[in-house]
């Protein structure tokens, strides 16, 4: 159990235009979301932090306008990275939690490539 | 604010013998639980092993062990009998039990188990 997937796995896309990355859990309900993103040999660092039909929190430093995260249900949650730049080119990586004194469960990541 | 320490940036073993990869952290809190997750070349993370910081007894998850010690901050891994398939990423992560239960992440550790 504690299967949490992503989609899509990797996605090229235009500077300017949107990007949409979903987050499920599987085989359980996530009452919390966690959102990292990547560099090449670097840890992971949190963007944001989402529970189920309220508003994220996010990290110090990062855009909420820029990086759009909802979470519609207890099993899915979605980060839109809008307006992207090749700047914003990085592997994103979602992790769900079925709640307090629990681990989070980590997807497989994303791939986005913004050219 | 919690902090997470790994100060081997590096490390290589030979297939068969036993490595031990460290962590410090530092928090005021009382309460809280200890991971070390390893990242393969996949990216995925995959939870290695978890410890509850009111637990004396150090966990261990068969090849896996930790060396907790609570008054020094300090948590370290080792992996006995290494194998080829534990070449990868090592992260150490930090969750209080109280607040958001986000993770804090060290800036990991490379481990090649060599032939």
């Known amino acids: 159990g504690a299967v949490v997937s992503q989609h899509p796995s990797r996605v090229i896309c235009k500077s300017g235009t949107s990007v949409k990355i979903e987050c499920r859990s599987l085989?359980?309900?996530?009452?919390?979301m966690f959102w990292y993103r990547q560099f090449p040999k670097q840890s992971l660092m949190l963007m944001a932090t989402?529970?189920?039909?309220?508003?994220?929190?996010?990290e110090q430093g990062v855009e909420k306008d820029k990086f759009l995260i909802n979470h519609a249900s207890l099993t899915l949650s979605t980060l839109t990275v809008t307006s992207a730049h090749p700047e914003d080119s990085s592997f994103y990586i979602c992790?769900?939690?079925?709640?307090?004194?629990?681990?989070?469960?980590f997807g497989p990541g994303t791939r986005l490539t913004v050219l | 604010a919690q902090t997470v320490t790994q100060s081997q940036p590096e490390m290589s073993v030979q297939e068969a013998e036993t490595v031990t990869l460290s962590c410090t952290y530092d928090t005021s809190e009382n309460n809280y639980y200890l991971f070390w997750y390893k990242q393969p070349p996949s990216r995925q993370m995959i939870l290695v092993i978890r410890?509850?910081?009111?637990?004396?007894q150090n966990a261990t998850e068969n090849r896996f062990s930790v060396n907790f010690q609570k008054a020094a901050k300090s948590f370290s891994l080792k992996i006995s009998d290494s194998q080829l398939g534990d070449t990868a990423m090592y992260f150490c992560?930090?969750?209080?039990?109280?607040?958001?239960?986000?993770?804090?992440f060290g800036t990991g550790t490379r481990l090649k188990v060599l032939a």
């Open positions: 085989d359980f309900q996530a009452t919390t």
């Open positions: 410890q509850e910081a009111y637990k004396q």
């Open positions: 992790s769900a939690s079925k709640g307090a004194y629990n681990e989070q469960f």
């Open positions: 989402s529970n189920e039909g309220s508003k994220a929190t996010y």
């Open positions: 992560a930090f969750m209080a039990t109280s607040g958001t239960y986000k993770y804090i």
